[in-house]
């Protein structure tokens, strides 16, 4: 099945200065991708996503960018504020007829903008 | 438009008890899943609805596990009885159906958040 690995667990930034975070999938067959943000107690909320066909996405300071040869992806977040404190999660997702979507999730990684 | 309705939002109970956990997905979503989410960990599936029909199970544990989704609308999560490793989150999840435009996107609800003593 599919694996996804996702780094850095932890990530730590000064307000204004950028995040990225990466991920790795495993299966060639994978089709979307895409990034939740949740807050503490709260909710998986959908922030950006990428399909296969596409290299690169904006969304006002959100980016992601797939390379789908070496089968990874990435967030950036630009002049990151103290509310963009929370913890990222990158999924990838393989459509199959059968059996619907399978979303598989990467572990999370932690990030504090320190003001 | 209202997101996906879970509840309870907390739950506390002693190990050997049965809980329930209900859902309600997004108005006309036919697709609906169930999460395992332990602390600091990513959500792990553990059973796939498409309408009233479970197409992907496989990481339900069955001995103690049980789900419903009688009417196609809305899902019933049981666990009976409950073990001490059972302590998580359990976020619900909606899409539209699979071949539907857009229909990779899920939504979340709050999650109900077990504690077994």
């Known amino acids: 099945g599919e694996n996804v690995e996702q780094h850095p667990s932890t990530l730590s930034v000064q307000e204004g200065d950028s995040a990225v975070i990466k991920c790795t999938y495993s299966?060639?067959?994978?089709?979307?991708f895409p990034w939740y943000k949740q807050e503490l107690g709260k909710r998986p909320q959908l922030i950006i996503d990428?399909?296969?066909?596409?290299g690169e996405k904006k969304d006002q300071r959100i980016a992601v960018t797939l390379n789908k040869t070496a089968k990874h992806f990435s967030l950036h977040i630009t002049e990151t504020q103290p509310e963009d404190s929370a913890v990222y999660f990158c999924?990838?997702?393989?459509?199959?007829?059968?059996?619907?979507?399978?979303?598989?999730f990467g572990g999370g990684t932690r990030v504090l903008v320190k003001p | 438009e209202a997101g996906v309705v879970q509840s309870p939002r907390y739950k506390i109970i002693e190990k050997k008890q049965p809980v329930a956990f209900w859902c309600n997905p997004i108005s006309g979503h036919n697709t609906l899943y169930w999460y395992l989410q332990n602390l600091g960990q990513g959500p792990e599936l553990l059973i796939r609805?498409?309408?009233?029909?479970?197409?992907?199970d496989s990481q339900l544990p069955k001995d103690r596990f049980s789900a419903e989704r009688l009417k196609g609308v809305d899902s019933t999560l049981k666990i009976q009885p409950a073990e001490l490793g059972d302590s998580a989150v359990y976020l619900c999840?909606?899409?539209?159906?699979?071949?539907?435009?857009?229909?990779?996107?899920?939504?979340f609800g709050p999650g109900t958040r077990l504690l077994v003593l």
């Open positions: 609805y498409e309408n009233e029909e479970a197409v992907d």
């Open positions: 999840a909606s899409s539209l159906g699979y071949g539907t435009g857009g229909a990779e996107t899920q939504y």
């Open positions: 999924a990838a997702l393989r459509g199959i007829k059968a059996a619907g979507n399978k979303l598989t």
């Open positions: 990428i399909r296969s066909n596409v």
């Open positions: 299966d060639s067959a994978s089709n979307y």
